[in-house]
């Protein structure tokens, strides 16, 4: 059985910063060929993209709004993907769940997800 497991989410004022962590475990769970990534989910809309790191060669994709603010960053020792968020803006008040896709980098289709955890920023 696999799960991902998040914490570090909570309350911050505007311009502050949080950082989320997914830990991964499960027998048949092997990180390394995890391609990871975050998405979040905001009341009454629909989950989107957030950030994503590959499990080949660690590159990363984030979604527009999120650019030069988040960092998405992975351990593969501890089996872990981070996401640094700076600059939080009420905006990004959302659930925030961790992710994994097997095989080719694509999160449209991920095999696992975690349970979420809350992110709220206050203005």
């Known amino acids: 059985q696999v799960q991902l497991v998040e914490s570090g989410g909570g309350l911050v004022q505007t311009g502050g910063s949080l950082r989320l962590s997914c830990a991964a475990s499960g027998r048949t769970f092997t990180f390394n060929y995890a391609n990871m990534g975050w998405f979040r989910q905001a009341p009454g809309k629909e989950r989107e993209f957030v950030a994503g790191?590959?499990?080949?060669?660690?590159?990363?994709y984030y979604a527009d709004a999120v650019k030069g603010r988040f960092t998405i960053s992975r351990d593969n020792a501890k089996n872990t993907v981070y996401l640094q968020m700076n600059s939080l803006k009420p905006e990004d008040t959302a659930i925030y769940y961790c992710?994994?896709?097997?095989?080719?980098?694509?999160?449209?289709?991920?095999?696992?997800w975690g349970q979420g955890t809350q992110v709220t920023v206050s203005s």
């Open positions: 790191v590959s499990r080949i060669g660690g590159r990363t």
């Open positions: 992710a994994a896709k097997f095989g080719d980098y694509d999160l449209t289709s991920v095999n696992y």
